[in-house]
């Protein structure tokens, strides 16, 4: 899991830091001092979680997870025991208080563990079919579309880019996370950085060494990676 802290104090940063060395499955991709320093972190990495304290100069922690369009999972790290209430209202999967124990600090990540393996089966088992509708927010712009519209998906930093008519919005999803929620019938993965509509293909031809280039209707190029090319090839033959 990739983790943002977002600690006011640069001593228990360092602390909790030094905790976390010992819980692997926890990778530190960033700190921030302040909310709105974590507002442009937390938008530009995308962490799976934040270790948040509530009192900060300026805004609260609080304040930052009301601003915030993605919201990671959150635990709580304070001096102060009268918020729990209020953290637990806001979705927080913990709440630790300072100073923070590593037995309970093991115990908030493997909650936070769950909820990913939980969402995670909760995708499998909601896949999107191309009959469905999707809600796509980028910025101000809002779109309600048919899946079957959408052509590619493409990496585009810790974003996903989604290209549909004329219109390529940007979502705070991992394409992996997309990839789990789109029915592999109609969508295939074509290489680390790209999803295909197989209902959108034009036209295919041989490429180097064995992989195939994919053409779409609508003009995009897809070069499928050799691993793919060798799975596209045995799942639309005979």
């Known amino acids: 899991m990739k983790a943002i802290i977002v600690e006011d104090s640069k001593l228990a940063r360092t602390e909790l ?24 972190k937390i938008e530009k990495l995308i962490p799976d979680l934040i270790f948040l304290d509530i009192h900060m100069p300026g805004k609260t922690g609080f304040d930052l997870l009301e601003d915030l369009e993605y919201v990671p999972r959150v635990i709580f790290t304070t001096a102060y025991d009268e918020y729990a209430i209020q953290a637990f209202e806001h979705n927080a999967l913990d709440y630790l208080q300072k100073p923070v124990k590593m037995e309970r600090l093991v115990q908030a990540v493997e909650k ?6 939980n969402e995670e089966v909760k995708s499998s088992e909601n896949k999107l079919s191309l009959s469905d509708q999707v809600f796509v927010k980028d910025g101000e712009n809002c779109w309600f579309i048919d899946l079957s519209e959408i052509r590619h998906f493409e990496v585009y930093g810790n974003y996903t880019r989604i290209h549909f008519e004329d219109q390529t919005p940007l979502i705070p999803r991992s394409l992996s996370y997309m990839e789990s929620r789109l029915d592999e019938k109609y969508f295939f993965r074509a290489n680390r950085q790209e ?3 197989l209902k959108w293909i034009e036209k295919i031809e041989p490429w180097f060494s064995g992989t195939i280039r994919v053409y779409l209707k609508g003009g995009q190029t897809v070069d499928v990676s050799r691993r793919q090319s060798i799975l596209f090839k045995e799942i639309m033959s005979f």
């Open 17 to 40: 830091k030094h905790l976390l060395k010992s819980v692997e499955t926890v990778e530190i991709i960033g700190e921030a001092e302040n909310a709105e320093v974590a507002k442009e």
């Open 112 to 117: 936070v563990q769950q909820s990913l393996r």
């Open 195 to 197: 999803i295909i509509n």
